[in-house]
């Protein structure tokens, strides 16, 4: 039962983070088209929306290791595994330094640095291509 609970809460953490990158990458890309800088309350709404992707990569990271230990007793799955956590590792680093990037230009009222935002996505995106890559490899 316990096994299904962390598979449960595994996969909602992978649609908040899923949905948090994805509606804030949506929303900036057409402000950028409009070449406008959102209002503050919506830049308020990012940093929510960051901060919500941190909380849940965090969940997936843990209720995955915990199920690894509990089904395999060991991180011995093979390359593809090792290929899985290299992508979720591409996914967390980023989204970690986005979120301290972001308070940090909260709090010095600035926006943030458009090309951190740029290299951090496209690093994430990257890390989510191995990330899912691996785990077909390992789990199917």
């Given at each position: 039962m316990i096994i299904f609970i962390l598979k449960f809460i595994h996969l909602i953490s992978l649609f908040f983070a899923g949905g948090g990158a994805i509606g804030s990458a949506v929303i900036q890309s057409i402000y950028k088209k409009e070449g406008k800088v959102p209002e503050p309350h919506l830049a308020k709404g990012f940093r929510i929306l960051a901060f919500l992707s941190l909380l849940a990569v965090i969940t997936m990271w843990v209720t995955g290791l915990i199920m690894l230990i509990s089904i395999y007793g060991s991180f011995n799955l093979g390359w593809t595994f090792h290929m899985k956590l290299l992508g979720a590792s591409l996914i967390l680093i980023p989204v970690a330094y986005v979120n301290f990037h972001?308070?940090?230009a909260s709090k010095k009222q600035i926006p943030p640095n458009p090309?951190?935002?740029?290299?951090t996505t496209s690093a994430s995106r990257i890390g989510l291509i191995l990330a899912i890559a691996g785990a077909v490899g390992t789990f199917i």
């Open positions: 972001l308070q940090q090309k951190v935002i740029k290299y």
